[in-house]
């Protein structure tokens, strides 16, 4: 399930733009679900899932061994994200002068930064509350961010007080630019209920824990799956999905997707034996990191270097991909042979017993 993850995020990452690419595999614009808005929250639901698997075993050590791990991990993590953010790390002017980058104009949130945090909050709440402070947690923390949202804000681009809290914190220097203003989707006050998206990945395989992979424990995490997706329809009424915003109704229903896949994935490979396919995405779940930020790396040097003038990945896809498939199904032929190498590295590690871990 997290080499698939990651599969679709490499692919969504990859898209050209706007007009360039199928809607699927765009964010919505505001409010709103698509196919791209499930890939983050499953990767957090995976996130726990592992949580789930290995805490025991962290627990037994004692917890100032376990905490020392959790912190270490968060911070490794963070840091990852941070440089990836940062790169390219040195500006060039033109005198041919290098220069680094300024610190000052760094963004600090993003996507494995938001990881790095929802991981250690959740090992915390699940190493001392147990499964029980897990659900108190997602009950209490949901309406919580929904009355922040509600009494300091609107919920437009301009006027939300996630945007308001990052500005006040962080500054608007260290905020992601991509939107027209600066306002960052993976910001400081998201990060209270994303922590659920990764609880609902350690409460999903603690059932399968309990119940072993069995038609009980598959029908039990469908159960639960259209119970949250059907409350998160149910507060769209009055607070829409939205994943810039990280609303309560987007992290019910993509935790709910992400339990259903998960289910299906145990009903179709351990209750039916049907395994053919699954090593494909076995090799990059095994080095999720690795692969991520070698596509990252990968995709922003294609972004920032030139060939005959024009971006290289616009060169590449103008000219390998868009006058024989055309603009859409050019963009996803690019993006899917980007991801095939990607998956082929994954396969190098792989057969050489690479494992690169935090």
């Known amino acids: 399930m997290r080499g698939m993850t990651l599969a679709l995020m490499i692919v969504v990452n990859m898209s050209i733009g706007e007009t360039q690419s199928y809607a699927p595999l765009l964010h ?213 999905i939205n994943k810039k915003l990280w609303t309560p109704a987007y992290v019910l229903v993509s935790s709910g997707t992400a339990t259903a896949v998960l289910a299906g994935l145990v009903a179709l490979i351990d209750v039916h034996g049907r395994r053919s396919f699954a090593w494909a995405f076995e090799v990059l779940g095994r080095n999720t990191l690795f692969i991520y930020l070698l596509a990252e790396f990968g995709m922003a040097t294609l972004w920032i270097t030139k060939v005959q003038g024009q971006d290289t990945m616009m060169w590449l896809y103008e000219q390998g991909f868009r006058p024989w498939a055309g603009d859409k199904p050019g963009s996803l032929l690019f993006a899917l042979a980007f991801t095939a190498l990607c998956w082929a590295v994954a396969v190098f590690m792989d057969r050489r017993g690479w494992v690169v871990k935090l």
């Open 28 to 240: 919505a614009a505001w409010h709103g679900f698509t196919l791209t808005d499930a890939v983050f929250p499953c990767f957090l639901f995976c996130v726990g899932a592992a949580l789930a698997l290995v805490l025991d075993k962290r627990a037994a050590q004692g917890t100032p061994a376990l905490l020392a791990k959790v912190a270490r991990r968060t911070a490794l993590l963070f840091l990852c994200g941070f440089l990836l953010y940062w790169f390219p790390f040195f500006t060039v002017d033109a005198a041919g002068h290098w220069a680094l980058r300024p610190l000052a104009e760094a963004r600090i949130p993003g996507v494995l930064q938001r990881i790095a945090v929802c991981y250690g909050l959740a090992a915390l709440i699940v190493h001392f509350g147990g499964l029980r402070a897990a659900w108190v947690y997602g009950a209490l923390a949901l309406p919580l961010y929904a009355g922040l949202l509600s009494a300091f804000g609107d919920l437009t681009l301009h006027g939300n007080a996630a945007l308001r809290f990052d500005r006040w914190l962080l500054g608007e220097a260290h905020l992601y630019k991509g939107e027209g203003i600066p306002f960052d989707p993976e910001g400081v006050l998201g990060t209270l209920p994303a922590v659920v998206n990764v609880l609902a990945g350690t409460l999903a395989v603690a059932t399968l824990r309990r119940l072993g992979p069995t038609p009980a424990a598959v029908w039990r995490l469908l159960g639960a799956a259209a119970v949250a997706i059907v409350a998160g329809l149910v507060w769209n009424e009055s607070m829409p």
